[in-house]
C-alpha cells in the first residue's frame, strides 16, 4: 500500500523560509523519479521541481530557481524541498508525486501560506 506523510507546511512571511518533507512507503522508493507540485486557488496544479531516482538529476520551474532545492535521501525513503525566499504568489498546496511508469503515485498535499 503506497503511502506519503507530507509535513513542513504552513504561514510565512514573505522572504521567510519552510522545508516540506514527503515521507513514502510501500514501494521500492530508489526506483522512482519524485517531483513536488503545487496548486493555487482557481489554477490549474504546476510542477515545481523534479528529482531522478538517484538524486543526480534536478530539474526546476522558472518561478521558483535559485530560491528552492528539491533533495531525496534514499535511505530513509523521503524527499524534500527546501524553500527560501518565499512570495506571496507561492502560496498553494504543495502535493509529492511518485513516478516510475507505469506507476504513479501522489501525497495527499500539504498548505504554504505566504502572506505578511
Known amino acids: 500500500q503506497v503511502q506519503f506523510v507530507e509535513s513542513g507546511g504552513g504561514l510565512v512571511q514573505p522572504g521567510g523560509s519552510l522545508r516540506l518533507s514527503c515521507a513514502a512507503s510501500?514501494?521500492?522508493?530508489?526506483?522512482?523519479?519524485m517531483s513536488w507540485y503545487r496548486q493555487a486557488p482557481g489554477k490549474e496544479r504546476e510542477l515545481v521541481a523534479t528529482?531522478?531516482?538517484?538524486?543526480?538529476?534536478?530539474n526546476y520551474a522558472d518561478s521558483v530557481k535559485g530560491r528552492f532545492t528539491i533533495s531525496r535521501d534514499n535511505a530513509k525513503n523521503t524527499v524534500t524541498l527546501q524553500m527560501n525566499n518565499l512570495k506571496v504568489e507561492d502560496t498553494a498546496v504543495y502535493y509529492c508525486?511518485?513516478?516510475?511508469?507505469?506507476?504513479?503515485?501522489w501525497g495527499q498535499g500539504t498548505q504554504v501560506t505566504v502572506s505578511s
Open positions: 508525486r511518485a513516478r516510475n511508469r507505469p506507476n504513479d503515485a
Open positions: 510501500g514501494f521500492t522508493f530508489p526506483n522512482y523519479v
Open positions: 528529482i531522478s531516482s538517484s538524486g543526480g538529476i534536478t
